[in-house]
């Protein structure tokens, strides 16, 4: 984000600001919620590849019983 443009982004500094300066908050902010959204996603799928995993075992799967996880009960 453009370095002139105050760090607390509260209504009487954005007030003080021009349409552009605001315009390219706006632009800023929205590619940084488009990653965090990339990255939520991708963080959403590696916890379901890990569920899927943790669940596996030699019952289940071609695992061997030596890998088994003896999960507390």
Same mark, same amino acid.
Request: hydrophobic share 25%; glycine share 2%; no cysteine.
């Given at each position: 984000?453009?370095?002139?443009?105050p %760090?607390?982004?509260?209504r &009487? !500094?954005l !007030? %003080?600001?021009?349409? &552009? *300066?605001?315009? &390219?908050i +706006? +632009?800023?902010?929205?590619?940084? +919620?488009? *990653?965090? /959204?990339?990255i +939520?996603? &991708?963080l /959403? %799928?590696?916890i *379901?590849?890990?569920?899927? !995993?943790r669940d596996?075992d030699?019952?289940?799967s071609s695992?061997?019983? !030596?890998?088994?996880i003896?999960?507390k %009960?």
């Open positions: 984000m453009n370095q002139n443009l %760090q607390d982004l509260d &009487e !500094s !007030s %003080q600001l021009s349409k &552009e *300066e605001l315009v &390219e +706006i +632009i800023e902010q929205n590619k940084v +919620i488009r *990653e965090l /959204q990339k +939520i996603l &991708e /959403q %799928q590696e *379901e590849r890990l569920k899927v !995993s596996l030699s019952s289940n695992k061997p019983p !030596s890998g088994d003896h999960k %009960q």
